[in-house]
């Protein structure tokens, strides 16, 4: 096992702390309209909660937070200048983000074929808008992963590959943090 | 080597373990309210240890740290608050 490292600056740019800033302050937004329309329809709110799979939920939880961590080994990896184990650890963020969206192309496709449209009621208004505003975050995610995979040989040993790659990793475990308070306030508040 | 607590893996085994345990409360039939605001305070640990040890915000200038935590704590208030208001009214189960 190689030891944790940490650069001696600051991680990632200024942009990309305060766009992603921002983005949580959007997502704090969905999340009180979504806490205040559910005071208002408690019941349907629970109802329709029992309809959704939370172990599709649990399983995007694991994959998001194992890709998260390879993509910390990722960063580490650039600062120690490891070509091989940041292609690696990359190629294995990337796989798992394609398993995040094949799980939830699953379960999209297991509730519309069972009739459950955003239309049905607020409550899968709120399902599928937060959950594909959130996917479209792990698309660019993965894109973003892959450019810089592609980038490795070549750029690997730059400092502003490791600050571009940090500024990646910062995205990617934003979406894992948003997806950590999506899973509770979706799946499991209030369930039984 | 000795691992550090808050070393990549063992970081990311504590939120996998958390995660499990989140959804056990609800796999076990626990106190649905207790169990509820249990559930989200376990989230806003987890999202806490991404931020300060995979976004490594403790070593980002401090009012980023400041904001990132402040979000952390306005979240967890904001699902708490609705949750606990949505109880009231009706019988605690």
């Known amino acids: ?192 | 080597m000795k691992l550090r607590w808050h070393s990549p893996r063992v970081v990311w085994c504590m939120l996998c373990g958390l995660t499990l345990l989140s959804v056990s409360l609800v796999e076990e039939g626990w106190h649905r309210s207790f169990a509820s605001i249990i559930i989200v305070l376990i989230a806003a640990v987890k999202s806490r240890m991404v931020i300060l040890h995979y976004m490594e915000a403790n070593r980002a200038a401090r009012h980023w740290r400041f904001l990132y935590e402040t979000w952390n704590f306005t979240v967890t208030a904001t699902i708490i608050i609705g949750y606990v208001l949505s109880l009231s009214g009706r019988k605690m189960v």
């Not at chain 1, 302050?25 to 806490?35: E, G, K, N, R």
């Not at chain 1, 080994?73 to 995040?100: S, T």
């Not at chain 1, 959130?134 to 992963?145: K, Q, S």
């Open chain 1, 1 to 192: 096992m190689t030891t944790a490292v940490q650069s001696s600056r600051p991680p990632g740019t200024d942009g990309v702390w305060t766009f992603l800033f921002i983005d949580m302050i959007i997502f704090w937004m969905m999340f009180l309209s979504f806490m205040s329309e559910r005071l208002r329809h408690v019941d349907l709110y629970a109802a329709s909660q029992l309809r959704l799979n939370e172990f599709f939920g649990l399983a995007n939880t694991l994959i998001l937070l194992t890709s998260s961590w390879m993509v910390v080994e990722a960063v580490q990896a650039a600062r120690r200048n490891e070509v091989r184990r940041v292609r690696r650890f990359l190629g294995l963020a990337w796989i798992l983000g394609l398993a995040f969206a094949v799980d939830k192309f699953a379960e999209y496709y297991l509730k519309i074929r069972a009739g459950v449209t955003p239309a049905a009621n607020s409550f899968y208004s709120f399902y599928f808008f937060i959950t594909i505003v959130h996917f479209f975050h792990v698309i660019a995610g993965m894109f973003f992963i892959a450019y810089c995979r592609g980038n490795a040989r070549l750029r690997v040993g730059s400092e502003r590959y490791v600050t571009g790659l940090e500024n990646v990793g910062l995205f990617w475990h934003f979406v894992d943090v948003l997806w950590i308070f999506i899973f509770p306030l979706l799946y499991l508040l209030g369930r039984r």
